[in-house]
Structure formats: structure tokens, C-alpha cells
């Protein structure tokens, strides 16, 4: 069966330079969402989409932008990076779809490492 | 939201069961309860939810207390695939958008 998508899987990115970082759902998936994982850390949200439209925002930094396209993926926009944003960003995705059931469940990505230098 | 109180680890043998426990004393009557995993460099996945009931799926079963205020994950015979970090977590029955992962259970299994 098909899986989320994460691209790229690893990054390497500069201080203040910046990075996107994409996701794919699942085919009929309707919800995206955003998590960063430090290291040793649990997963934090950051933000989803539903219907290309945001519909909640966690612990995302004001210099991270997201979005969700027509065809349901999404990008994560991050600029002037610094050393702490290095981690572990996991996208998940979900149907939400009316007619089709609610599906509880959030499936994950392989994530995109991505390391600040 | 509502919080999660996991052990931070725990240790099984393999082929023995295993229990997991979570306690969420502050839980509403509208908070569902889920259980992912994360194995060792991957991404979490789902394992089981329920909000009253007891409920059995191929992977484990989820016995929630009879005033919700904690519930058990048992894995019925552990293998060394299942060694991962078990986060338990509460999502109001309203709010499909975002989970508030805690601090979530170590779980090694010892051949």
C-alpha cells in the first residue's frame, strides 16, 4: 500500500539559509500534518492543513510557513535557520473525507533529517 | 489539552506478555485514547484506540479503566520487533487536527 512520501529524507542547511521540505499523502488523504522531533525528544506539532486550508497551529516558529496544494501535498517553508531547528520533521496524514468514514488514524512518514550547521 | 502520565521505560521478556499502563486523570467524556509507536528511526504509527471499551485489534488490546482515568496496552507476546517508545495519547472527539505527543514508555524486550 502506498505511504506518505518525505522529500528530501536528509538535509544539510547553513545558519540562516533556508529549506523546504515536502510531503505526499497517502492518495485520498485530505489532512496534512507537521511534527519536529529534537533529538531525544518526543514529537512536537507544528501545524496541519484539512481541504488545503489550515486548521490548527502548535509550536511553530513565526520564521516556518506551511502550506497544502491542490493536489493535497504539502511544503514546509523554513527560513534563517538556526542550530536548534536541526531535528527530525515528520509529516502525517489523515482522511477526514465525509462518506467515507472518519479514519482515527494519523499515518507518518519516514521523515527528512535535516541538520543546521 | 488533557495530559499523559507514562513510565518513562520498561523491560520484557520476549514471548511474554507485556503491559503498558497511562494514566490521564484529567480526561474529558469527548477524549478519545491513542496508542502509536515509534520504532527506532521511523515515524510513529498507530497501534489501537478506544474511548470507553475495551477494544482488540491484530496488533494489541487496549483496556481502558472503568472511570477512564487510565487505560493498559498488552502486547500478548512481545518479540524484539516490539522494542519502541509507546506514547499514549488523548484527542477530544471533536478535534481531528493535531496530537499532543508526551513523554511516551521505552519498552525493551530481552530475548
Known amino acids: 500500500a502506498a505511504g506518505v512520501i518525505q522529500s528530501p529524507r536528509h538535509l544539510i542547511k547553513e545558519k540562516r539559509e533556508t529549506a523546504t521540505l515536502k510531503c505526499y499523502p497517502i492518495?485520498?488523504?485530505?489532512?496534512v500534518y507537521w511534527y519536529q522531533q529534537g533529538p531525544g525528544q518526543d514529537p512536537q506539532f507544528l501545524i496541519s492543513f484539512y481541504e488545503k486550508m489550515q486548521s490548527d497551529k502548535g509550536s511553530i516558529p513565526d520564521r516556518f510557513s506551511a502550506q497544502q496544494f491542490s493536489d493535497y501535498h504539502s511544503e514546509l517553508n523554513m527560513s534563517s535557520l538556526e542550530l536548534g531547528d536541526s531535528a527530525l520533521y515528520f509529516c502525517a496524514s489523515s482522511s477526514l473525507r465525509a462518506g467515507e468514514g472518519i479514519s482515527y488514524e494519523q499515518y507518518f512518514g519516514p521523515g527528512t533529517r535535516l541538520t543546521v550547521t | 489539552d488533557a495530559k499523559t502520565t507514562q513510565p518513562n521505560s520498561m523491560e520484557s521478556n520476549e514471548e511474554e506478555p507485556v503491559h503498558l499502563p497511562c494514566n490521564h486523570s484529567?480526561?474529558?467524556?469527548?477524549?478519545?485514547i491513542h496508542w502509536y509507536r515509534q520504532l527506532p528511526s521511523q515515524g510513529p504509527e498507530y497501534v489501537i484506540h478506544?474511548?470507553?471499551s475495551n477494544v482488540n485489534n491484530r496488533m494489541a488490546s487496549l483496556a481502558i479503566a472503568e472511570d477512564r482515568k487510565s487505560s493498559t496496552l498488552i502486547l500478548h507476546r512481545a518479540t524484539l520487533r516490539d522494542a519502541a517508545v509507546y506514547y499514549c495519547i488523548l484527542r477530544a472527539i471533536y478535534n481531528f487536527n493535531k496530537f499532543y505527543f508526551g513523554s511516551g514508555t521505552k519498552l525493551n524486550v530481552k530475548p
Open positions: 484529567t480526561i474529558s467524556g469527548t477524549d478519545y
Open positions: 492518495p485520498r488523504h485530505d489532512t
Open positions: 478506544g474511548l470507553t
